[in-house]
């Protein structure tokens, strides 16, 4: 099985700040890595898939990079909206592993 | 509008049984995998099943492999997990997932239901 790991676990940022969100696969998942947004008692919601592709009615404040092992989702101007827990899922082989998570919260 | 709502959550004993549902609607049903992610009580997302779109392939972790079965039924734009054998670990909010594409294999997520509740408690 393949593990994910997100790096920080957890992240405290202000309005304004560019932050980087660092996801780690156990073996290489060429570009299957998707992004999920995931506000408190809400279902997730996706951000980008194939590694950087944004999804349909996501702002482009956010961006997404990387390929084989070591992929990176972006947020350039960090908005209210976007304090909220952010999940790595990689869709290479099943399982369809997630990520621990990383909590961006306001400072 | 896409829409999933899911159904049959509740309380349940340890070694019982739970069969959830998920209705589907705003989309062509049978055109799209579908599958079901957990949530642990202030835990992470954990992939749980997965079915084809024509229900002809199911995947499954080692976790659930053997206790948990996936099913569709397209006449009724319907999906099912049945779930037998349940332990207190299975407890949390299950979600039904919309799969962006017919096949399984390489496709996100693109919509989620609100999820139904599970507890499995003495």
């Known amino acids: 099985d393949i593990l994910m790991t997100q790096s920080p676990s957890s992240l405290s940022a202000s309005v304004g700040d560019r932050v980087t969100i660092t996801c780690r696969a156990s073996?290489?998942?060429?570009?299957?890595l998707n992004w999920y947004q995931q506000r408190p008692g809400k279902a997730p919601k996706l951000l980008m898939f194939?590694?950087?592709t944004l999804q349909s009615g996501v702002p482009s404040r956010f961006s997404g990079s990387g390929s084989g092992t070591d992929f990176t989702l972006t947020i350039s101007s960090l908005q209210p909206e976007d304090f909220a827990t952010y999940y790595c899922?990689?869709?290479?082989?099943?399982?369809?592993?997630f990520g621990q998570g990383t909590k961006l919260e306001l400072k | 509008e896409v829409q999933l709502v899911e159904s049959g959550g509740g309380l349940v004993q340890p070694g019982g049984s739970l069969r959830l549902s998920c209705a589907a609607s705003?989309?062509?049903?049978?055109?799209?995998?579908m599958t079901w992610v957990r949530q642990a009580p202030g835990k992470g997302l954990e992939w749980i099943s997965a079915?084809?779109?024509?229900?002809?392939?199911?995947y499954y972790p080692d976790s659930v492999k053997g206790r948990f079965t996936i099913s569709r039924d397209n006449s009724k734009n319907t999906l099912f997990l049945q779930m037998n054998s349940l332990r207190a670990e299975d407890t949390g909010i299950y979600y039904c997932?919309?799969?962006?594409?017919?096949?399984?294999?390489?496709?996100?997520?693109?919509?989620w239901g609100q999820g139904t509740l599970v507890t499995v408690s003495s």
């Open positions: 997932a919309k799969v962006l594409g017919r096949a399984v294999a390489g496709k996100p997520i693109d919509y």
């Open positions: 705003g989309f062509t049903f049978s055109s799209y995998a």
């Open positions: 079915i084809s779109g024509s229900g002809g392939a199911a």
């Open positions: 073996q290489t998942i060429s570009t299957y």
């Open positions: 194939d590694a950087s």
């Open positions: 899922q990689q869709t290479y082989s099943t399982p369809y592993s």
